[in-house]
């Protein structure tokens, strides 16, 4: 478990599978994930974080607001699936319900997620990608330090030739 100021970053619990539903099927986070996920692909990336979290010991965390103990999002670190072609990298990432835009969260979350994987990880380096027109998570990317690598952007193979959101640009991070 993670804390900082104002949230708690932990490992998902089946307690969560209907905040984390709720979250991946808003269609505002959906613009920007290439839709949004019915609750049985909400339950397989639920076991998805959960097995990377037994087997590396970290991953992509639930975020509970200290205030009211609520799920505002999900924020973490977690090996790149190998279907996307970036190699063995750690990547960060998160996903927040619209209510918690523009609080600073997302950008609290993921400082605290970079210094987990660089301080008690030991990474060498963690990424982060999104479309190349998501201007609001390239701005997080920005404010947590990370920098734009142009060489490493690339076109989402999971996305259609023709889909808006498949041009993608890489972030890095090092300790």
Do not use: C
Not at 48 to 73: I, K, L, N, Y
Not at 132 to 151: E, F, K, T, Y
């Amino acid at each position: 478990m993670i804390t900082t100021d104002r949230l708690t970053l932990r490992p998902a619990v089946d307690a969560d599978r209907d905040a984390v539903a709720a979250l991946n099927a808003h269609p505002r986070v959906g613009e920007w994930l290439g839709g949004v996920r019915d609750r049985a692909e909400s339950d397989a990336f639920v076991d998805r974080v959960q097995a990377h979290q037994t087997e590396h010991g970290f991953g992509f965390w639930v975020v509970e607001r200290q205030a009211d103990a609520s799920v505002v999002g999900m924020t973490g670190i977690w090996w790149t699936p190998d279907d996307v072609g970036l190699g063995r990298v750690v990547e960060i990432g998160w996903r927040f319900l619209p209510e918690a835009w523009g609080q600073g969260y997302a950008t609290e979350a993921a400082k605290a997620a970079l210094a987990y994987g660089f301080e008690t990880v030991g990474l060498p380096e963690i990424i982060a990608f999104t479309a190349r027109s998501n201007l609001a998570s390239q701005s997080v990317m920005r404010r947590i330090g990370m920098r734009h690598d142009p060489a490493r952007d690339f076109d989402h193979p999971k996305l259609a030739e023709d889909h808006p959101l498949r041009p993608h640009v890489v972030y890095v991070a090092r300790p």
